[in-house]
C-alpha cells in the first residue's frame, strides 16, 4: 500500500520554506512540491517528480517566477539513460538516473533509497541532472555520497562538501529514506 508523507522544511540557504507532497509506492516515488525563496531575490517554485522502478527519475516539470517573469522546464528521463529538457536532447546527461533540484531536499531522497546508504555502509559516486533555482538552467554535476552512520549521508559535489569532522555537518534521514536535516541549506520542520 502506497505511504504519503506531507513534510516542510525551512531553507536557510534560500531564506525560505519549501512542502513536498510525496507518494512512496514500491520503489517508486511521485511528488509535488512548492518552495518560496527570498535569497538572492524573492522566488516562488512549483514541481512535480515522477519515478520509475528503483526510484529511478522518469520526469520533473518545474515552475519559477521571480521580478524578471515566469519560466518553466520538462525534464524527462527515456528510461534508458537518455535526457531531454524542453523537448531537446542533453547529451551531457547521459548515464544519470536522477535529477537534483537546487536547494530541494527531496530530491537526494532517490540515489539514498536506491542504494539503502540511510542504512548500511558504502560510498557511491553518481552524475546528477543538476537543476539551478531559480533559473532553472540544467547541468551535470556529479557527486558522492558516502554512509558514515546509520541515518546520516555525507555528500560531496564540486566545490560543495559536507564538513566531516562534524556529526551535524551530514545530511540526516529518517527510516523512511527522507531528508530531516541537510547541511546549512535547509532542516526539516516537525509537524504541529
Do not use: K
Not at 513534510?7 to 536557510?12: D, L, P, S, Y
Not at 525534464?75 to 547529451?91: I, M, S, Y
Not at 555528500?155 to 540526516?172: I, V
Request: with cysteine.
Amino acid at each position: 500500500m502506497p505511504a504519503s508523507r506531507v513534510i516542510t522544511w525551512e531553507v536557510t540557504a534560500s531564506g525560505g520554506y519549501e512542502t513536498a507532497w510525496a507518494v512512496f509506492d514500491g520503489d517508486g516515488l511521485r511528488a509535488r512540491g512548492r518552495a518560496v525563496g527570498t535569497l538572492p531575490e524573492p522566488y516562488w517554485i512549483t514541481y512535480e517528480l515522477l519515478t520509475g522502478d528503483a526510484y529511478v527519475t522518469r520526469r520533473m516539470t518545474v515552475t519559477a517566477e521571480d521580478a524578471s517573469g515566469s519560466r518553466s522546464l520538462d525534464l524527462r528521463h527515456d528510461g534508458r539513460g537518455g535526457w531531454t529538457a524542453d523537448g531537446q536532447r542533453v547529451d551531457a546527461l547521459d548515464g544519470a538516473l536522477d535529477c537534483d533540484l537546487g536547494l530541494c531536499p527531496l530530491t537526494n531522497t532517490m540515489p539514498v533509497l536506491r542504494h539503502g546508504l540511510h542504512r548500511a555502509p558504502g560510498e557511491r559516486e553518481f552524475l546528477m541532472a543538476w537543476v539551478s533555482v531559480p533559473g532553472l538552467d540544467v547541468e551535470p554535476s556529479r557527486q558522492t555520497y558516502t554512509h558514515p552512520g546509520p541515518g546520516r549521508v555525507r555528500c560531496a559535489s564540486g566545490d560543495f562538501r559536507s564538513d566531516p569532522t562534524f556529526d551535524r555537518s551530514d545530511l540526516t534521514f529518517d527510516e523512511d529514506g527522507c531528508v530531516v536535516g541537510y547541511p546549512r541549506p535547509a532542516q526539516r520542520l516537525a509537524p504541529r
